[in-house]
């Protein structure tokens, strides 16, 4: 399993840590901390020394309730930190967004991946993908940011989500995007009750079924909050529980805050798996 764009490719026989750089000031977990260009650039050379091979920049948080900010404001925070990193890294950079524009600005300044929580339903994006030529991760969300949290409700959770993303797959390939270059995320905590999400994780390996990547999500999310009560710094320990429970199922990337603990999370279980003799 890799992925793979004009340049290079990312080889995904073992799970890759996909390191989150939020430059908002209101994220639910880091808002604020890296939206000025010398702390993003210091937080993106850190994940990278503790073993991230992705940096996932977003310019606009995506939190239940969030606002929405226009696209010039989401390139102007998003731009100059992707051209500071590809300056002097051939990380993979990937685009937290799902605005057309910001998409195009940002994988011609450098960045490798789109990865888009509205799974290029926006007018537009599927062609601005398909013409920027590299990778997608489409993820599954129930309502909007908005309003995602007011009581979201499934007959089956796992049917639900892999059917919309079966029909997102077909509508990227029709738009010209590779098959084996998409990526799926089932979007642990956009539009899902607690319950929901522990389900996603139990059944995790069913993603598995469309022989394509799928990415895990589960840092510091408030569904550990609802069952331990816990604070957003305080899920540590539950955030890589979750990121193994799913690497264990096959997960080929793992979203997360805590690059260096997960990656030393990944190598014990990579050397367990290896050691038979």
Avoid at 16 to 44: C, E, W, Y
Avoid at 201 to 229: C, E, T, W, Y
């Amino acid at each position: 399993m890799k992925i793979s764009n004009q340049n290079k490719t990312l080889d995904l026989t073992y799970p890759q840590v996909m390191g989150i750089l939020n430059v908002t000031p209101d994220s639910f977990s880091d808002g604020g901390r890296f939206n000025h260009i010398d702390a993003a650039l210091k937080q993106a050379r850190a994940m990278i020394r503790d073993g991230a091979t992705i940096i996932d920049i977003g310019g606009e948080s995506t939190r239940p309730g969030a606002a929405q900010v226009s696209e010039e404001q989401e390139i102007a925070r998003v731009i100059p930190i992707i051209e500071a990193i590809r300056l002097e890294s051939d990380v993979w950079i990937s685009i937290d967004t799902s605005k057309p524009q910001v998409m195009k600005r940002a994988v011609a300044a450098g960045a490798d991946l789109i990865n888009d929580v509205r799974a290029l339903t926006v007018d537009g994006a599927l062609d601005v993908a398909a013409q920027a030529g590299v990778p997608v991760c489409i993820m599954h969300m129930q309502g909007q940011p908005q309003d995602m949290q007011d009581n979201p409700q499934y007959c089956d959770v796992i049917d639900e989500v892999a059917d919309f993303l079966n029909e997102r797959i077909a509508q990227c390939i029709k738009a010209g995007i590779k098959r084996e270059n998409i990526v799926l995320d089932p979007g642990f905590g956009f539009g899902k009750t607690m319950a929901h999400n522990f389900r996603l994780i139990n059944q995790f390996n069913r993603f598995l079924d469309f022989k394509l990547p799928v990415l895990a999500g589960l840092s510091r999310k408030s569904m550990f909050d609802h069952l331990l009560s816990l604070k957003v710094d305080e899920r540590l320990a539950s955030s890589l529980t979750g990121a193994l429970l799913c690497a264990q199922q096959g997960a080929h990337i793992l979203r997360v805050h805590d690059v260096k603990e997960t990656a030393d999370m990944l190598k014990i279980m990579n050397t367990v798996a290896s050691a038979t003799h």
